[in-house]
């Protein structure tokens, strides 16, 4: 079995690829996934989120208010550290069962990809027999956050710049998928790499 970890920042198109490995073959576990489970009504997850940030962090209906709650750690990285340190472990441990239930559906010749957005800045690479990082170049990112998502500007330079910088990311990367050209382009490079990748796991 061969463990991968996805990443790259926001705008990067991370989750196209993670689409593209996945339609080629691969078991695509996801992060930001997990990390919705975690924080779901009844959870112990939302119940140490309400904790720590107050109650109007909750939709009347009892759920989370990510909109709210993405307002108040975005401006500040005390409180974006404060927010990980409750979510992170969850989501390693939600992760971590979903991989054993993979493992058992596919057996040990699964390449199974982690797609974790934050993974440069919790400093987890080790964790993986290899990582890909999709990558582009800050000022697309911006661009594809105004201009297919709708945020404004400054909001898409504060998301920005709340993840790790394209140089850390790249820093850990074994694999790079240039992703700021066509989508045929794109399609061509994730064959390349999951040609690659079948080759390690054969190994």
Known sequence: MLRVGLTGGIGSGKSEVSGRLAARGA????????????????TPGLAQVAVAFGPDVLQPDGSLDRQRLGEIVFADAALRAKLNAIVHPLVRDWMRAAEEDARKSHG???????????????GRSADFDLVIVVDVPPDVQADR??????????????????????????????????????LAALGQRVDEVWQDLRAREDQ
């Open 108 to 122: 040990d010749r699964a390449v199974i990809v982690h797609d974790v957005p934050l993974l440069a800045e919790t």
């Open 145 to 182: 956050l105004v201009r297919l998502r709708g945020m404004p500007p400054d909001q898409a330079a504060a998301r920005i710049a709340a993840q790790a910088t394209r140089d850390q990311r790249l820093a850990v990367a074994d694999i790079v998928i240039d992703n700021s050209g066509t």
């Open 27 to 42: 078991v695509v576990l996801d992060a930001d996934t997990a990390a919705r489970k975690v924080v779901e009504p009844s």
